[in-house]
C-alpha cells in the first residue's frame, strides 16, 4: 500500500488495476509457476532448478503440477508463469501451449554463459539479448555456469549473481519482479487514436519546441547508452512460423529500439488545499483508499506529503514526444513526434501529420510512464503553490512545460542537477509498458518532492532511477539542456 497516494486513485488517474501488486510481498502471493524441463538436463541445471524450485516455496510462491496449470486442451491457464530448463525441440516449446501472446511469461534456462559480457557495448548486448530471446520463443533468459547466474530481459538489460544456484534473497528482489509485471505493448483499444492529427505548427513556440527536440538529439548520438533499433528482420528464428509470433507479440512492430525524449506541454495546476482546513472527518483508512473525494462540486485526488493531507484537483496534460520506432538520435521533427493526452485514465494519440500512409505509428511501450510523469508535475506544482508559493516550479510549468529523458543508463553524480531530486532505485526492477512502472513514476515524484521539502532545496525535477532498466530525468531544464549534463557539450 501506498503511504502518499491510494492504490484506487492510481488507477482511476492511469487506468491501471488497483490490485496491481507494487512490492514483492504482493507479488509472490500473485505469481503461479509451472516447471517444464526439457527431457535431457545437465547436472547443473537440475540442481539450479532444485534450488528454484526451494527458492519458491520459502517465498511462499505457488509451485503448480503440469495438469494444475493447464486447461483441458493442454494450453496453460491465464497468467501462468512457465520455466522451461533446457533444450527444446521446435514441436515441444512452451509457447507452443499459449493461449493469447500476453497471457503467459515463459522463462527459459540455459546451462551456458550469457551471450554478452561485462564489456559489451549496450547495443551490442541488446541484439544479442533479443536475437537469444527470439531463437528461444521466451521472454527471460537465465543462463548458469559454474560460479554465476545470469538473467536477460527484453529491455537489453541484465542481472548477474555470484553462485551457480539462486539464493531466496535473490529470486526476491529481482527475478520475481520481472514475472509479474510483463512487458506489453500498448493496446490501439485503450486510446483515442487520431492518425495526422498532431503538427507542430510554424508559431515562436513551435520552432523553439522543435530546435530543443533536434539540438537534444543530436547530442545524444554520440552516447552508445541511448540505443538504436533491433530490427526483428535481422533476427534468426527456428521457422517462418516464429518469425510470425515474435511479429504479433511487437504489434507488427519493425523493432525494438529504446529511450525517448518529451516535452509536457505548459499547463497550470489549480493550488492544492489543505485537508484539514475542509475536513476532518474522513478517517486514514478512507483517504488511503478512496480514489477521488468529491468537495465543492470538483474532484480531488488526496495525496500525503510528510505526514499531511493535500486536496489536488486533476487536470488533463499533454505530452509531444518521439514516435515509436524513429531514430531517436537523428530525428526529423515533422515525422517523429507524436502527442499523447492523459484525461483521468483517458489517453488520446495524435500522429504527426507529415506522416507517411506507408509509415505506421504505435504507441511507444512507454506511453503510459510518459503520461504519469506529466500528471506527477501537476501535483507537485499544485502542492507547492500551497506550501511553498516562492518555489517557482509552478510558473515554470504554467509558461514552458517541463522536459523528460528516458535512457538505458545512469546519469554520474556529476551530472545531476540542484534541484533535481533521486527516487525509484530502492524499487523493484521492472520494464517499461508495466502498470507498476507508471505507478513508480508518479509515487516517486511525490516522494521526490518530500526530500526537497525535507531538505529546504527549492525543487526543479526529478531523477526517476528504474533498476536493471534505465533513468528518467524529468523537470525544469530544456531537452538540450538536459542532454548537455549528461553528454557534455
Known amino acids: ?252 512492430r519493425s523493432g525494438m529500439s529504446y529511450g525517448f525524449f518529451a516535452r509536457q506541454l505548459p499547463v497550470s495546476a489549480p493550488r492544492a488545499l489543505r485537508l484539514k482546513e475542509y475536513s476532518s472527518s474522513l478517517s486514514e483508512t478512507e483517504l488511503r483508499e478512496t480514489p477521488l473525494l468529491h468537495l465543492e462540486n470538483k474532484h480531488y485526488v488526496p495525496i500525503n506529503v510528510l505526514n499531511e493531507w493535500h486536496l489536488v484537483e486533476p487536470v488533463p496534460v499533454t505530452v509531444i514526444t518521439t514516435r515509436s520506432g524513429c531514430q531517436k538520435t537523428s530525428l526529423n521533427p515533422e515525422t517523429d513526434l507524436v502527442a499523447i493526452s492523459l484525461d483521468q485514465g483517458n489517453i488520446t494519440l495524435m500522429t504527426p501529420h507529415m506522416l507517411s500512409e506507408a509509415s505506421e505509428s504505435r504507441p511507444s511501450f512507454d506511453t503510459l510512464t510518459i503520461l504519469s510523469h506529466a500528471l506527477g508535475n501537476t501535483f507537485i506544482a499544485s502542492i507547492l503553490q500551497t506550501i511553498r508559493p516562492s518555489w517557482q516550479f509552478p510558473v515554470i510549468l504554467a509558461r514552458m512545460g517541463a522536459s523528460m529523458t528516458h535512457w538505458h543508463g545512469y546519469p554520474e553524480d556529476s551530472a545531476i542537477p540542484a534541484g533535481y531530486f533521486l527516487h525509484g532505485g530502492n524499487k523493484p526492477p521492472v520494464s517499461c509498458s508495466t502498470p507498476q512502472s507508471a505507478a513508480y513514476s508518479l509515487l516517486g515524484k511525490i516522494e521526490a518532492l518530500e526530500q526537497a521539502l525535507q531538505k529546504n532545496q527549492e525543487y526543479k525535477g526529478d531523477i526517476h532511477i528504474e533498476p536493471n532498466h534505465g533513468t528518467n530525468i524529468v523537470g525544469s531544464y530544456s531537452l538540450t539542456e538536459t542532454a548537455v549534463l549528461i553528454n557534455g557539450s
Open 1 to 252: 500500500m501506498s503511504k502518499n497516494i491510494s492504490l484506487a486513485s492510481l488507477g482511476h488517474l492511469l487506468g491501471i488495476s488497483p490490485s496491481t501488486p507494487l512490492e514483492t510481498g504482493d507479488m509472490c502471493r500473485k505469481l503461479q509457476l509451472v516447471f517444464l524441463p526439457a527431457k535431457k538436463k545437465t547436472p547443473r541445471l537440475q540442481c539450479f532448478t532444485s534450488s528454484l524450485i526451494n527458492a519458491c516455496n520459502i517465498l511462499g510462491i505457488q509451485v503448480l503440477s503440469e495438469d494444475e496449470a493447464c486447461r483441458s486442451d493442454g494450453k496453460f491457464k491465464p497468467g501462468m508463469v512457465v520455466i522451461a530448463p533446457g533444450s527444446f525441440k521446435d514441436e515441444l516449446l512452451a509457447i507452443n501451449r499459449v493461449s493469447t501472446l500476453y497471457d503467459n511469461i515463459i522463462v527459459g534456462i540455459h546451462d551456458e554463459p550469457a551471450p554478452l559480457t561485462e564489456a559489451s557495448l549496450p547495443q551490442e548486448r541488446l541484439d544479442r539479448i533479443v536475437g537469444k530471446l527470439a531463437w528461444d520463443m521466451v521472454h527471460i533468459s537465465i543462463y548458469i555456469t559454474n560460479d554465476s547466474w545470469t538473467i536477460c530481459t527484453m529491455n537489453g538489460g541484465f542481472v548477474r549473481f555470484d553462485g551457480s544456484c539462486p539464493l531466496p534473497s535473490d529470486v526476491l528482489k529481482t527475478l520475481v519482479p520481472k514475472l509479474t509485471a510483463q512487458v506489453v505493448p500498448p493496446k490501439p483499444s485503450n486510446f483515442d487514436h487520431r492518425p495526422g492529427g498532431f503538427t507542430l505548427g510554424h508559431t515562436e513556440t513551435a520552432h523553439e519546441v522543435s530546435a530543443d527536440f533536434t539540438g537534444c538529439s543530436r547530442l545524444w548520438s554520440s552516447n552508445s547508452y541511448f540505443l538504436t533499433h533491433t530490427s526483428r528482420e535481422t533476427l534468426k528464428y527456428r521457422s517462418p512460423f516464429y518469425k510470425k509470433i515474435v511479429a504479433r507479440y511487437l504489434d507488427q
